[in-house]
């Protein structure tokens, strides 16, 4: 939890995340007020300033849709060459890297576990414990998002949690 003025939240509800899931019925089929993610963010200069930094905490709640356990939309930056750190606070999870040709990698989210997320790099964060996921960020303040590139294509990679058991599965 951040404490401090100028600390915002912002909620997305599984039902806002229209197109993310594999299941796209499953999604629907969620109750209207369950969240999926949060995000506290302290924006200590205007979004798109160069040479700022913002900071904020993730919290991904346990879950799933259909099988698909609970994870942020994802993003590249929209100034491409933008990159951030993430750091694990609570709970364990997934961090999913994916280039613009769909190379992607998964990095282990655990307490004091450090991620660097280089330019020109989509980032998702996935829950995949069963308690919520606390993660850390820091990024420059002229990054930006550019969730399109997503959109039309999502990840190379999903992961599902089935009978207990996490399956990482690639899917082109
Ligand atoms: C911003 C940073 C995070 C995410 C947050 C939610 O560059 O990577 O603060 O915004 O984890 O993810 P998303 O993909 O819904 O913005
Ligand atoms: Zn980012």
Redesign the pocket.
């Known amino acids: 939890m951040l404490r401090g003025e100028g600390c915002i939240v ?1 909620t ?1 509800r599984v039902t806002d995340l229209k197109g993310v899931f594999a299941d796209d019925a499953a999604r629907a089929r969620c109750p209207a007020d369950r969240i999926a ?1 949060s ?1 506290q ?1 302290h924006r200590a200069t205007a979004d798109g300033t160069t040479g700022g930094l ?1 900071f ?1 905490v ?1 919290r ?1 709640e346990p879950g799933t849709v259909g099988d698909e356990c609970f994870m ?4 590249f ?1 929209a100034n491409a060459d933008r990159g ?1 750190y ?1 750091w694990g606070i609570e709970g364990v999870g997934l961090l999913v890297l994916m280039t613009r040709d769909r190379q992607s990698s998964v990095q282990r989210v655990e307490p004091g576990s450090l991620h660097y ?1 280089p330019g020109h790099t989509a ?3 996935i829950n995949t414990g069963e308690q919520a996921l606390a ?1 850390g ?1 820091c ?1 420059p303040s002229d ?3 550019d ?1 399109d590139s ?1 959109a039309s294509a999502g990840f190379s990679v999903r992961v599902y949690r089935r009978n207990g058991e996490i399956s990482i599965e690639r899917v082109g």
């Open positions: 912002e997305r993610y995000v963010m913002f904020g993730t991904i942020t939309r994802g993003h930056h951030e993430y997320i980032h998702r964060l993660v960020a990024w990054a930006g998002h969730y997503i």
